[in-house]
């Protein structure tokens, strides 16, 4: 997703390494402090199924990707790339909330959010691909991680926060 958005940028080049470095602050620290979790005992397991612990995870990686930004604003990222990272925080800052009374599903959250992201870089046809996130759901159901509710939810506001988050930052 963000070495896609990457691509997508005037200079491709330079658009993957800020997509490494979105990937650094929204993906392998974040990856880490989980893995340390479940090493301490701290989460059961990578998906963090427990509620109450979602809670304490997610200001966790709001604060490595706020991190980020800062970098991406500090060193002036091309703003496509900055409005990816925010859309991401943006979401997480919508999640939190609800997280604290409902398991709403994470997974299809970020898998429609990052469908909208990708079509506001590349075209409508990327929407093409919306299967793959009601896949994503159906597991997460099959799973019994979630409810189809919790699911649909997720994935209808990863898609409306996510992508309008992009568009205003973008602009």
């Keep these: 997703m963000s070495l896609l958005t990457g691509l ?4 491709p080049l330079t658009g993957l390494a800020w997509g490494f470095e979105a ?10 402090y989980i893995k ?12 963090v199924g427990n509620r109450q612990r979602r809670l304490l ?3 966790v990686i709001m604060t490595s990707v706020g991190i980020g930004i800062g970098g991406m604003l500090w060193l002036g990222a091309p703003r496509q790339m900055l409005a ?19 398991k709403i599903s ?9 469908l909208a992201i990708l079509a506001c870089a590349y075209g ?22 979630h409810t189809i509710a919790q699911t649909v939810t997720g994935g209808c506001v990863g898609a409306i926060v996510a992508g309008a988050a992009f568009v205003a930052v973008s602009l």
């Design 8 to 11: 997508a940028q005037a200079q």
């Design 23 to 32: 990937i650094l602050f929204a993906a392998v620290i974040p990856i880490a």
């Design 36 to 47: 340390y979790g479940i090493r301490s005992g701290k989460w059961a397991d990578r998906h």
């Design 57 to 59: 995870l997610i200001p």
């Design 84 to 102: 990816l990272v925010v859309a991401m925080l943006g979401t997480l800052a919508v999640l939190l909330p609800v997280t604290a009374f409902w």
């Design 106 to 114: 994470v997974h299809t959250s970020v898998a429609a959010g990052s």
């Design 124 to 145: 409508p046809l990327v929407w093409l691909a919306a299967p793959i996130v009601c896949v994503i759901a159906w597991s997460r159901v099959v799973l019994r991680a």
